[in-house]
Structures are given as structure tokens and as C-alpha cells.
């Protein structure tokens, strides 16, 4: 089992950034790629950034160039910095974890992770 606690969300205007962390606890191990997720009100849960056990990063177009996914191996902690946020950013964002059994394009993609975090909820006004 694997805990997850995100945290660093909150409120922003628009050119803004914000910086997400996320804390994993348990069955921590190095051979686990993580990523983090968004869902916006009405909308399916979609991958924003992941990060392979070896460091190997994927991003969806929306956000390249703009967020940078990184992590502490040492401390256990996930990181998403998010500069030039727009409005369209804004929602509830999650981090997951799990093995990795793909590349960290496809994890995303088919959203393969067992264990997610509570999520943080990111808010960019205009």
C-alpha cells in the first residue's frame, strides 16, 4: 500500500504559479513512477505530467513548456511546479503512484495507478 498527500493548491490569477507537493508513504519504492492528474467540474480526469522511476518525464500538450513535474527520491515527495497558469488550469489535481509496468506515456495515458491521492484544488481566475 501506498499513501498519497497532496498539498500546495490554492487560488490564483491568471500568469500566476503555484507549486503542487505530494507525499507518499508505505510500500515507497524506487521501481514506482508517479504522476499527476486533474478533473475539472463535468469533465473526465485527465494526466497533466508524469515521471518515470528513472526519471524519464511526459506531459500532455496543454501544459508542456509551462509545468514541471519533479521528484525527491530521498524524501519521498513529488512535485509539480506550474507557472503561466491559465484559467483553464483550474482543477482539482491529484497525484498517483504505482509500479511501473509501461512507459511513463502510456501509465498516463491508460491512467494505469492503483493508489491516488485526496487531491488539492487549483483555482486560476482571469
Known amino acids: 500500500q501506498v499513501q498519497l498527500v497532496e498539498s500546495g493548491g490554492g487560488s490564483v490569477q491568471a500568469g500566476g504559479s503555484l507549486r503542487l507537493s505530494c507525499a507518499a508513504s508505505?510500500?515507497?519504492?524506487?521501481?514506482?513512477?508517479m504522476g499527476w492528474f486533474r478533473q475539472a467540474p463535468g469533465k473526465e480526469r485527465e494526466g497533466v505530467a508524469g515521471?518515470?522511476?528513472?526519471?524519464?518525464?511526459s506531459y500532455a500538450d496543454s501544459v508542456s513548456g509551462r509545468f514541471t513535474i519533479s521528484k525527491d527520491n530521498a524524501k519521498n515527495v513529488l512535485y509539480l511546479q506550474m507557472n503561466s497558469l491559465k484559467p483553464e488550469d483550474t482543477a482539482m489535481y491529484y497525484c498517483?503512484?504505482?509500479?511501473?509496468?509501461?512507459?511513463?506515456?502510456?501509465?498516463?495515458?491508460?491512467?494505469?495507478?492503483?493508489?491516488w491521492g485526496q487531491g488539492t484544488q487549483v483555482t486560476v481566475s482571469s
Open positions: 498517483a503512484a504505482d509500479r511501473e509496468v509501461d512507459t511513463i506515456a502510456t501509465m498516463m495515458r491508460r491512467r494505469l495507478f492503483r493508489y
Open positions: 515521471i518515470a522511476s528513472g526519471g524519464r518525464t
Open positions: 508505505g510500500s515507497v519504492y524506487r521501481s514506482n513512477c
